[in-house]
């Protein structure tokens, strides 16, 4: 499982270590969501950290989703390339930048 002390933990440009906080804190829930469902046979951390990254991810979709059907306005181009970054290397960091945009839409409370 990916370390998630302060001292392994680096914020995205913009993000405050608060909201760093914030995102581990939720990765860290959705992987115990995930194992109480029974996914305890992963047998590769690496896989139930990705699972965990990607559950919190998508509930971050979610809820901009449900904010952008409210307004009726576009995707944030820079919401969309950090969404892009994660995809690509899903990572606390790149969730992290991930949320600083939602962040500042008050979309994580």
Known sequence: ??????????????ASKALADLVAERVINARLAL???GRKQDSQPELA???SLNRVFRDMGNAYRRYRSQTGGPVSPGLREAAYRFRANPSLPSL???????????LLS
Request: charge should be negative.
């Open 1 to 14: 499982m990916t370390d998630h002390s302060p001292d392994a933990r680096s914020t995205a440009p913009g």
């Open 35 to 37: 194992d109480a469902r």
């Open 49 to 51: 950290e990705a699972r």
């Open 96 to 106: 992290v930048a991930v949320a600083a945009y939602l962040e500042e839409l008050d």
